[in-house]
């Protein structure tokens, strides 16, 4: 099992960056795919990024160009660089762990990105 905890969330302004942290406790880390998604108020939760055990990325269009994702094994955290922000970025952020059919939540973090 493992428990994911985000950070680097916050206020930015529109143009501005931010990088989000999720740190895992447990084992095995380097086993898991690993996702950010996003939910902005009244709206469904959303694939943002995800990076699979091996290191192969993949975005949706809507960052593409301006997020990277990362992860480094090591240290048990995933990051998510988020470049260029838009008002429209703003929402609730959470990593996400899966191995084979679990998939395991961290709590979220705020990105709020002002005009």
């Known amino acids: 099992q493992v428990q994911l905890v985000e950070s680097g969330g916050g206020l930015v302004q529109s143009g501005g960056s931010l990088r989000l942290s999720c740190a895992a406790s447990?084992?095995?880390?380097?086993?898991?795919?690993m996702g950010w998604y996003r939910q902005a108020p009244g709206k469904q939760r959303e694939l943002v990024a995800t990076?699979?055990?091996?290191?192969?990325?993949s975005y949706a269009n809507s960052v593409k160009g301006r997020f990277t994702i990362s992860r480094d094994n090591a240290k048990k955290t995933m990051y998510l660089q988020m470049n260029s922000l838009k008002p429209e970025d703003t929402a609730v952020y959470y990593c996400?762990?899966?191995?084979?059919?679990?998939?395991?939540w961290g709590q979220g973090t705020q990105v709020t990105v002002s005009s």
């Open positions: 996400k762990a899966t191995l084979a059919v679990r998939d395991y």
């Open positions: 990076v699979t055990s091996g290191g192969s990325t």
């Open positions: 447990g084992s095995a880390f380097s086993l898991y795919a």
